[in-house]
């Protein structure tokens, strides 16, 4: 039976890299249950609320912080976003492949209170690709477009504290190297305590092999 137990993937990238698609693609049955932020910003067409996020008021946020019911959070770009904690928890105690779809510093934030986090940074192919992508959108205005361009080169120095780099230059493949190394991770004996536990400790009797 298979007893790896839950872990936590974040993954980033700039506005416009792609991430909400991709992280959309990653396939329920293999494991994965993504996480819904909060946020205090406006939704944009075709945005649901509870499924793109939970669109709370600034109050309500200040009262999740307040009662620490956020696992992380951080003001990006004028709004604020943030993790429920109760989802996270519960999935991973599931041992589920819970995903966070968030920016740099909130990722940093989860890294440090679970070292075991698994961090994807994940790239557009070039810079030129990035602001085609977000100017074809159309979801933001241009002074919006240049705040996040800027917000994605601030984030360039911390992409070294990341344990992967995944290109994004086609959906399916990026896709397929977030599965590849979830599957490495989720192999690796650290997280199969319990395997190596029941195999060391099955009881077999030696003497029947005595000569
Ligand atoms: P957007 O407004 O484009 O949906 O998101 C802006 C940025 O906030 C993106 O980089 C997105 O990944 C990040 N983000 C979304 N939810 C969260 C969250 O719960 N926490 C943090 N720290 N960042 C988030």
């Known amino acids: ?26 396939d329920p049955d293999m494991g994965y249950a993504v996480s819904t932020s909060v946020t205090t910003r406006n939704p ?12 709370i008021s600034e109050e309500e946020f200040v009262k999740m912080r307040e ?7 951080f003001a990006y770009v004028g709004n604020y976003y943030g993790t ?24 940093l934030q989860v890294k440090e209170k679970f070292p ?13 690709e990035l602001e ?23 984030e ?10 995944v290109i994004n230059d086609e959906v399916a493949r990026a896709v397929a190297k977030v599965d590849a190394l979830v599957m490495a991770e989720r192999l690796k004996p650290v997280r199969n305590q319990q395997t190596i536990k029941d195999f060391a400790s099955s009881q077999v009797k030696m003497e029947h092999y005595k000569l």
């Open 116 to 128: 075991d986090a698994v961090l994807v940074f994940l790239m557009p192919p070039t810079f030129t």
């Open 156 to 165: 360039i120095p911390l992409i070294d504290q990341y344990d992967y780099l």
């Open 44 to 55: 944009r067409v075709g945005e649901v609320n509870g499924k793109d996020y939970f669109f």
């Open 84 to 107: 429920p904690k109760p989802y996270v928890e519960r999935q991973i105690a599931e041992g589920k492949i819970v995903v966070l779809e968030i920016e740099v510093n909130g990722a």
């Open 67 to 73: 009662e620490h019911q956020l696992l992380e959070h």
């Open 1 to 26: 039976m298979d007893r790896t137990m839950g872990m936590l993937v974040i993954i980033s990238g700039p506005s416009g890299s792609g991430k909400g698609t991709v992280v959309k693609k990653l």
């Open 132 to 154: 085609r992508r977000l100017v074809n959108r159309g979801t933001e205005n241009a002074v919006t477009i240049e705040d996040r361009l800027k917000k994605s080169l601030e």
